[in-house]
Each structure stands twice: as C-alpha cells, then as structure tokens.
C-alpha cells in the first residue's frame, strides 16, 4: 500500500527496525491505514512517521517537537497524529498501546519528551543548591526563611541544581509538608532572631556579656 510506502520512507532509520514493522501490521490489520486512506487523512500518518524520525530526544517540550516536525506546534495535542505515534512508541516499548494520561505521559517520556514542564511540579522546603544561579537562589532563600516552594520540571531544566542536603525526605501528602514547613519557620525565624541586631542586644544582656558593643 502506497500509505505505508510513504510511511516508510519518512521514518527515517527507524524504517528497518523490527518495532515498526510491527507497528505497520498493527495498522493494517486493525484497518487504521484503510480509514484514514478513504478518509483523505493519509497525512496523519506521514506527519507521525515525521515526528518518529526526530525520536528519541532529549527533554524536548512536546510542542517544539510537533513545530520541528509539523511546523504546527499543536499537532501532537490530542489529534491523531498523536494517537499514532504514541501506538508506534508502544511498540517500540513492547506494551499496550496508553489508555490513560499517564501510561501516555509514560509513553513520551519514554522519547525524551516533556508533556508539560510547567504542570509537572513538586513541593519542597529546606533545599539548598550548591549552584549561582536564579532558581538556587529561589530555593535558598526559601529554605532560610521555612518557606515551602513549588519547583517546576521547566525551571529544573533551564537552571540545574545540586543539592548539599545529605539526606532528602520524601511523602505524598502536601499537609506532612505544611507540618514540617511550620515547624521549619519558627526554626529558622528563631535563628534569624538570634543573629539580629535585637537578638544579639537580648542575649547579651540576659548572659551579662559586656564584651558585646550593642549591649554598651
């Protein structure tokens, strides 16, 4: 068939793997290629063997990937071109094709691809990075204060960081967080106290430490 012809020449050097293969015979015999002949949507598949031959990637957005391979940044929104390649990805990966969002979230980072960057998030409080840069200094001055913070995966890919914490503590529920975050604040507003001007006035008056010159 002329269709997966086409679809052959476009995938690139995927076009010998025994994965697409199988995934061409998945087409076929489910009549997915016969639809969308009769349909006048044989393009769909070309443009999904367009997107395959740019995969796998390396934490490329979704949406820069559909430009780079549509030249229409929506083109692996929800459309069929996205439902193509994502069964193609399956096979691939030896499983059933996603049901879910997130079995096709999986799916695509399977390729290197970030669904959303800015949705994928994760609280945290009293991290540390060892980095210069904007996002480190986010979360410094977070953690010195006991302030919890909401870092994201695209903030996390533009500015890398290294933590200095030995050990990090992971839980499901944001109100632990919360909890903790409390707990860290009175922590940290006590420290900043104790290294104020007030703080130091205060401590030396009540130890009688006269050696202190804003206790004079």
């Given amino acids: 068939m ?12 995927h076009a010998a793997q025994p994965w697409f293969e199988t995934f061409l015979r998945q087409l076929a015999a489910d009549g997915t290629i016969t639809r969308l002949v009769r349909r006048g949507d044989a393009d769909q598949l070309s443009w999904a063997c367009e ?22 940044t929506k083109a692996l929104s929800g459309t069929s071109v996205a439902t193509l ?17 997130g079995e096709r979230r ?8 970030i669904v959303d960057d800015l949705a994928s998030q994760v609280l945290v409080a009293g991290l540390c990075p060892v980095e210069d840069h904007v996002v480190a200094d986010w979360l410094r ?5 006991g302030i919890p913070f909401r870092l994201t995966l695209h903030q996390l890919t533009g500015d890398p960081t290294t933590l200095t914490d030995k050990h990090i503590y992971v839980c ?15 922590s940290c507003a006590a420290d900043l106290y104790r290294r ?5 006035v205060s401590s030396a008056v009540e130890s009688g430490d006269g050696d202190d010159p804003l206790a004079r």
Avoid: Y
Wanted: charged share 20%.
């Fill in 2 to 13: 002329a269709a997966e012809q086409d679809a052959r020449q476009r995938v690139g050097g």
């Fill in 51 to 72: 997107v395959l031959a740019l995969l796998p990637v390396q934490s490329i957005p979704i949406p820069v990937l559909a430009e780079r391979a549509t030249g229409n």
């Fill in 85 to 101: 390649v994502l069964r193609a990805l399956s096979a691939k990966d030896g499983v059933n094709p996603p049901v879910t969002a």
């Fill in 106 to 113: 999986d799916r695509w980072e399977s390729a290197g691809v």
């Fill in 141 to 145: 001055d977070a953690a010195n204060f």
């Fill in 172 to 186: 499901e529920n944001p109100a632990v967080l919360r909890a903790a975050a409390a707990e860290l604040a009175d």
């Fill in 196 to 200: 104020s001007a007030v703080g130091r």
